[in-house]
């Protein structure tokens, strides 16, 4: 299934409960917000040997939840996901040049 | 293209990079989060009609990049990104029934 | 009490527990927040007037423990927030002159 | 100086500038939220001895730039933020007696 599919099906199961009308814009990036954090509360204090130890089922739901605001997000302002994906992909290509950035965490502005 | 092959290209451009020695779980999560924040940045103090004439290009681009973190953790954890979306979408129908959550913003155990 | 005081007795309570161990920097970004947004989730969706409803007392813990992160970060990098606090206004005041940014919701830098 | 002035330190600039229109609940979120991120990206990928070398100003800046946010939501709200923040910190020393959570970093509902 590709990224529209899934985006879809997120749409649809929005839909048959009649849930755009709450959709506002800063209403999804506060929500989208929220899920990071509770992928991150997975994390939190532990060293890494605890962090082997979260269970992958827990990581899964969380990650999924980011998508779907993603999915809601794109839907709101009609981006196509992929397309968006494949273009910041090559975007980061000149931005980060392998010659330049190679082995550096340093910002494109700083390279 | 699947979100399959899109995560590959964002891991091979990372490995070309050699970056991955940097990507620790609590920085992904950070890095996740600063860029939910870069999307918000485009929203902040804004009216609906102002929000109407955000550029769609700087939407596109902080959603990809938003995307890009989700492929790095789920990579991370061995995560299959479709399967875990599909799981969740069904999980969250039965969280959320329809008789139930029709036209509610409520959580599901205020149901 | 000011805020020195204040952020004795935090440190103090930290100190009698035994915390200290698991204060590194990125997790108490990441606590910091993972409290945001618990503050966020009091106002999810909501529409004005259901705002108007939070319950005072869930605002003033979730404000009270992001206060608590700040200083715990301050403590971590022995800035005194009281002198912080009012370098950063008099800043502010040179970045956003009266005169160019009143009325507006403008970044200093594109005033 | 106590909070009750820093605050009100805030509130004026805030009005001097005629920004309360601009200041929804949401957007006050956001704005928590994107200080921070801006907190993070001084430590975003670095490791132990690079967080050594972020310059104190920075840090100084980013704190102070949420304790801004934390006194424009707390006034919003009508919240006495001193009060709140000893109120909070007695709350957490029930939910958190040194005999259960001496050394743990486990949340009260699981110690």
Partial sequence: MDIKELS???IKFRDQRNWKQFHKTKDLLL???IEVS???ELFLWKSNSEIDQVP???IKHELA???I???YVAEKFDVDLEEAIIAKIELNGQKYPVS???GSHKKYNEL
Same sequence: chains 1, 2, 3, 4.
Wanted: a negative charge.
């Fill in 38 to 40: 509770e992928l991150m």
């Fill in 100 to 102: 330049k950035s190679f």
């Fill in 31 to 33: 929500g989208l917000d």
């Fill in 65 to 67: 939840d980011i998508f």
């Fill in 8 to 10: 879809q099906q997120i």
């Fill in 69 to 71: 605001y993603l999915a």
């Fill in 56 to 58: 992958k089922e827990k």
